[in-house]
């Protein structure tokens, strides 16, 4: 006897799983990003110089996410 | 309700091509969609800059003119605050310049209407974004880092070079694990590199073909933020492939012989004028 039965189409629970589940760390990733630029212009507006590095972290980070989303082709 | 979900999800979905189609093919000479589409935008290119190059005066024109050399001066100040001189930055910017203009052009040549599924040529779409095709990005990311790796040769010789990464004493045996992890960095780059560039256009244009997908007729209203949104991804793509490439070749091209180098130079320029004044003592005791 099972508590539960899950019929239909596994993959698409999987693939939304995969995507909320992976999505989390980057997203978790870029905003400290942000926040830590905002902190730091907050502080010291002379930072906001620094906007270009921002974005390149925040692209580095972003790499993972858009591997996460990429895999929902391949599996 | 998860039978309802899959049999939507699979009935005539949007339109999703990952992989470039091919559109003609001779033998094993297999000519892509974005190979058609990279060639006739790249003779685009080279055509608009060929034009701009004859338009440069001193005097600022209107037009086209002012965005390429707005993109030029940002290019160059991204490279004068990494390497930290305006020589080296004059010396490097040709070629930074040329892959931010081509990489920009081609991510928002690629968002024209008729690049995609509206031209089609049997089955598979005629025109396909350059940048959405990982052999396109890959071979920019592959030239990218054999030219800075030239760089830093032709700058610090290919001995030092290569003791850039295998720094250390040579006796030791962790300077070469260290060092093999150091070149294996190296190619990991350009692995990211390609990967970036390309995922960001081709998940851009899935995004866009969804979100068109799901507004049915109002698909032009559902699908321009998105279009929006995806002018801007270029422009930070562009920005964002040239600015890790100048970080390489700044990191490449460091050492920390310089910094030696680098305090001894001003000494030596206020020494000038002794040496002046002790000619003029010469001459007026003589």
């Known amino acids: ?5 899950i019929s239909g189409n596994i993959e698409i629970l999987g693939k939304g799983l995969m995507m909320g589940l992976g999505m989390i760390g980057p997203g978790i990733g870029i905003g400290l ?12 507006p002379e930072a906001a110089k620094f906007l270009g590095q921002a ?12 591997l996460v989303f990429a895999s929902l082709f391949i599996i | 309700m998860l ?16 992989a470039p189609g091919e559109v003609l093919k001779s033998g094993n000479l297999v000519i892509t969609n974005s190979m058609l589409y990279g060639w006739a935008c790249a003779f685009v290119i080279c055509v608009t800059l060929l034009v701009v190059r004859f338009m440069v005066r001193i005097k600022p024109r209107r037009g086209i003119i002012q965005f390429i050399e707005a993109g030029t001066e940002m290019i160059m100040g991204v490279i004068n605050n990494a390497l930290g001189s305006r020589e080296k930055a004059v010396k490097y910017t040709p070629y930074f310049v040329t892959i931010f203009f081509f990489v920009l052009l081609n991510n928002w040549f690629g968002l024209l209407p008729g690049v995609g599924g509206a031209v089609t040529r049997g089955e598979t779409p005629l025109f396909r974004p350059f940048t959405a095709d990982l052999n396109g990005t890959l071979a920019m990311a592959v030239v990218t880092m054999v030219l800075v790796q030239t ?11 290569i003791r850039h990464y295998f720094n250390g004493s040579l006796k030791n045996p962790t300077t070469y694990l260290f060092g093999g992890l150091e070149v294996f960095t190296e190619f990991t780059r350009v692995i990211s590199l390609a990967l970036r560039l390309f995922l960001n256009v081709v998940i851009g244009e899935v995004i866009i073909s969804v979100f068109g997908f799901l507004g049915k ?10 279009v929006m949104l995806e002018m801007f991804v270029g422009l930070l793509q562009a920005y964002i492939f040239v600015m890790l490439s100048v970080t390489y070749l700044a990191v490449a ?4 012989d310089e910094h030696d180098a680098e305090t001894e130079a001003p000494e030596t320029v206020p020494e000038a004028p002794k040496r ?3 000619l003029k003592q010469k001459v007026g005791t003589a």
């Open chain 1, 1 to 5: 006897m099972y508590f539960a039965e």
């Open chain 1, 33 to 44: 990003v942000g926040n830590a630029f905002i902190n730091a212009v907050g502080r010291n």
């Open chain 1, 55 to 66: 974005l390149v972290l925040i692209g580095i980070i972003e790499l993972l996410a858009l």
């Open chain 2, 3 to 18: 039978e309802l979900i899959s049999h939507l999800a699979e009935s005539s979905g949007p339109v999703i091509h990952i």
């Open chain 2, 151 to 161: 760089f830093a040769i032709k700058e610090s010789g290919i001995l030092k070079h």
């Open chain 2, 217 to 226: 007729a109002a698909a032009p209203v559902t699908a321009l933020p998105f």
């Open chain 2, 253 to 256: 091209i460091h050492h920390d």
């Open chain 2, 276 to 278: 002046k004044r002790v």
